[in-house]
């Protein structure tokens, strides 16, 4: 289990459950919550009056604002745009923390786990972690058996020494980033 303290000394705890999922749970009377987009309704429309975006295309230039019109590009299709209601994507409680879906929760003590949704709980929310898609381990868990898992076996000394110090570049370079 991992607390977190916020600015209005609330204490959140986080607690991983057996299926790789955390647990959080604290006082959430104050916060405030994100539903995701549905665009569904919207694109159906704008392919329907002839257009041809894709719909990771149409998601991004519906957004688009047009400062000589001040109004977006695509207004029309901005009020058809709805929320998926039993969705959550994000949960934020007065004073933090934030928390949104893609999101790491390193922070919070959990290497490699990344946020794929949230479920209300009784006291607080499931925080749904994405899996592995081969062991649907969380994080960067994996079992052995997973098909996502390689081995690599140097026969040459030389090849494994060159590979060693790449490996050594790598590491001292994201080192310094971190300065």
């Known amino acids: 289990m991992r607390t977190y303290k916020n600015r209005y000394d609330d204490v959140f705890t986080f607690t991983k459950d057996d299926n790789g999922d955390i647990l959080w749970e604290g006082n959430f009377q104050y916060s405030r919550f994100g539903m ?23 998601k991004k230039a519906v957004h688009e604002w047009d400062d000589e019109t001040n109004d977006y590009q695509y207004p029309k ?35 490699g786990y990344l946020v794929k949704g949230f479920k209300k709980i009784n006291t607080g929310y499931k925080i749904v972690t994405e899996k592995c898609s081969g062991c649907h381990k969380p994080g960067a868990i994996h079992k052995m058996s997973c098909p996502t898992q390689k081995a690599t076996v140097f026969i040459d000394n030389e090849v494994k020494a060159y590979y060693d110090q790449m490996d050594k570049e790598v590491h001292q370079n994201r080192s310094n980033l971190n300065n």
């Open 77 to 111: 299709y901005v009020r058809m745009i709805e929320s998926l209601p039993n969705e959550i994507d994000m949960v934020d409680p007065s004073g933090g923390p934030y928390i949104t879906s893609g999101m790491s929760l390193n922070s919070f003590g959990f290497k």
């Open 36 to 58: 995701p987009n549905d665009y569904t309704k919207a694109f159906n429309a704008f392919v329907a009056d002839g257009g041809k975006f894709s719909f990771n295309e149409f």
